[in-house]
Structures are given as structure tokens and as C-alpha cells.
């Protein structure tokens, strides 16, 4: 392991020296790659210099032993030896895990979608819940939220939902929100009071930054129209909403949520960009899908994910068989139980494939 930290070493003081190089300072892509792949690996370094310490003083520990003939200072090396030995193994096995590759997109911010899927209106209003959910984790967070574009449910709630979440590290905790989500209860419209099953599907994207994607603008046709509000009334007479279509996929993106025509365009700029990106993005994730059980949601987006029981209070996450019964707690944003859970499983099938 000294070896292959060694190694990374002597790759970090390189990617230092080469940042304060004139000519890589001129190449804005080149360095900001650079310095990504400097701050990923300073947390490794660190552990690298308490590790290779921890071995020198276990050594110096030892030495004592073999030499010292007082027996108090023999008492205090064997106490200190085996206090740096069960240090030396927890560190170990910390590294391991820090030594496996992370996802490159996992520090990015996110693009969040949530639609309603089958259910008619109830289907909507579960996805505005979910909505409500994520939003108060957010703040909790201390993340920015920003709303890109949306369709009202007619009963309330959303048929579809896009926004833009920037914090630190917000695709590497929410990536395994992807999946379709599947909500137990009475619906309001339900005059019986029989239970219904319906469900929202949610995507979760790793924000494209402009060094991912090359756009051509003169690839992109852009439309104006009028934003609209609650109920479909037009909230400005003014043509500040914009449609962007990408020619050569045909993909389209919409945003209206800003008065200025300028910063709604940004916006759609955003989310294109990671459309685009999300079509190489998607091979990739096929790829590890089919060995990550945690996983599979964000490779697989008609997987059924979690089911939301209203009479049972339960919550259960079918990839991990997590379940609470706290669902009041859980739909005011208290998530990071679960998302724990689920980083803790994907962890231990990366070691196993590492090891493997």
C-alpha cells in the first residue's frame, strides 16, 4: 500500500508543479483539470503523510523493544505499539476505500427532474410533495435551488419539474435519487377512502460545465414565448421565456422561470449542455449499473426505487431493503439516513470489485 501511495505522491507534486507553469496557466481547460485533480487528492496525500508517520514511529517502537533493557520504557513501547498498530489497520482499511476511483462527477452540482408518472392527478401532487421533500434537505444543506422550468398538476403539485441545485458535492449524495418513486396512500380526489398506488419519476444529473460539452450555437434554434404561472396565466407580457432545440438531437429545453430573457437562456444553456452530456454520460453508467445493485436506479431509470406507505408510516428503499417507519419525518427532508445507507452499500461493492 506504502508503494501505491508513494506512487500517487509523486503524482501530486507533479500536477503542482505544473500548475505554476506559465504555459498551463494559459490554457484555462488545462488548469482547471488540474486543479480538480489536485484538490480530489489532497484529502489522500494527508492520509498518506499520518500513514507513513504511523509506520515510522510502529518502527521506532520496535526498535526500543529490541534494545531497551529498562523495563518501564519497555512497558511504555509495547502500550505505544500496539496504540499505533490498531491505528495503522483502521487507516488501512480508510485508505482502501479513499484509494478506490471516485466518480468524476460526483463533486459536481446537479440538474433535478421530477415527473408524474402513472396516478393521473395524484400522481402530480406526489410529485410536488417529493418536490417539498427535496427542498427542505436542500436547505438543510445549505444548497441554492434554482427552478428551470415546470408544468402544474391540475389538482396541484407538478406533472414536471426541473431545477438546478449547486452545492458541494450535490450529484455524489443525490445520484441515487434516480428511479421511479412509488407513493401508497388515500388520494385527496378518493371519496371512498381506498388506497392507490401511484408514482413520480425523479433524474438526477451531474451538471455539465462547458469544458464537458462542445456547443454550437449554430446548432441551437432559440424560440421566445410568454411565462406562465399557476393555473396557466400568463405571468409577464413580455417574450422573456425561451425554448432551445439542439438541431442535430432534437432535443429540447425550456426555461421560464426569470423575468430576464437573458437569464433564462443561461439557464436553458445549463441544462442542454447537460443533456447533451448525459447521452455519454448514460454508456457509463450502464456500464457500473450492472454491477452496483445501488447503482442500478441511475442506469435503469424505470426501476422502481422506493415505496412511500401513508398508512403504514414506512419508507422502503427496495435496492438496499432499508425501511423506516417515519414517514412524516422523512417527507420534511430528513433523508440523509438513507443516503447514507445507500453511499455505505456502494462503497462495499467498490471494494469488492477493487479487490475482485
Not at 506504502?2 to 505554476?20: C, G, P, S
Not at 408524474?116 to 436547505?139: N, P, Q, V
Not at 439557464?267 to 454491477?291: C, G, H, P
Request: one cysteine or more; a negative charge.
Amino acid at each position: 500500500m506504502l508503494d501505491k501511495l508513494e506512487a500517487i505522491n509523486v503524482r501530486f507534486v507533479d500536477i503542482e508543479k505544473q500548475m505554476n507553469e506559465p504555459d498551463v496557466m494559459q490554457d484555462m481547460k488545462r488548469y482547471v483539470k488540474l486543479n480538480k485533480d489536485y484538490k480530489d487528492l489532497l484529502p489522500l496525500i494527508a492520509a498518506y503523510k499520518e500513514y507513513k508517520t504511523t509506520i515510522e514511529n510502529i518502527e521506532n517502537a520496535k526498535q526500543v523493544l529490541a534494545t531497551e533493557k529498562d523495563e518501564e520504557f519497555r512497558e511504555m513501547a509495547k502500550e505505544e505499539l500496539s496504540n499505533l498498530s490498531e491505528k495503522k489497520t483502521t487507516m488501512e482499511e480508510d485508505i482502501r476505500l479513499m484509494l478506490i476511483p471516485a466518480d468524476p462527477q460526483d463533486s459536481k452540482n446537479a440538474i433535478f427532474e421530477i415527473r408524474a408518472g402513472t396516478g393521473g392527478d395524484e400522481a402530480s401532487i406526489f410529485a410536488g410533495d417529493l418536490y417539498r421533500m427535496y427542498i427542505r434537505f436542500f436547505e438543510k444543506k445549505g444548497w441554492k435551488v434554482e427552478i428551470v422550468d415546470f408544468t402544474d398538476g391540475t389538482s396541484g403539485g407538478y406533472k414536471e419539474i426541473v431545477i438546478n441545485v449547486s452545492g458541494e458535492g450535490v450529484y455524489g449524495q443525490m445520484k441515487y435519487e434516480s428511479g421511479v418513486h412509488r407513493v401508497q396512500r388515500v388520494p385527496q380526489t378518493e371519496t371512498q377512502g381506498r388506497v392507490h398506488t401511484s408514482a413520480a419519476s425523479v433524474v438526477v444529473l451531474p451538471e455539465a460545465e462547458e469544458f464537458d460539452v462542445e456547443l454550437k450555437m449554430s446548432d441551437i434554434r432559440k424560440d421566445t414565448f410568454c411565462s406562465s404561472g399557476p393555473g396557466g396565466q400568463s405571468v409577464n407580457t413580455t417574450y422573456s421565456a425561451i425554448r432551445l432545440t439542439h438541431i442535430p438531437t432534437g432535443i429540447v429545453v425550456s426555461c421560464q422561470d426569470q423575468k430576464s430573457q437573458i437569464k433564462n437562456f443561461d439557464k436553458a444553456m445549463v441544462v442542454l449542455r447537460t443533456r447533451l452530456f448525459e447521452l455519454e454520460y448514460n454508456k457509463y453508467l450502464d456500464e457500473i449499473s450492472s454491477k452496483r445493485k445501488t447503482m442500478v436506479s441511475t442506469g435503469d431509470r424505470s426501476a422502481k426505487i422506493r415505496t412511500y406507505n401513508y398508512p403504514q408510516s414506512r419508507v422502503t428503499d427496495h435496492r438496499i431493503n432499508y425501511t423506516m417507519y417515519n414517514l412524516a419525518a422523512f417527507m420534511d427532508g430528513d433523508l440523509q439516513d438513507i443516503l447514507d445507507a445507500l453511499q455505505l452499500a456502494e462503497n462495499a461493492e467498490r471494494l469488492k470489485e477493487a479487490v475482485g
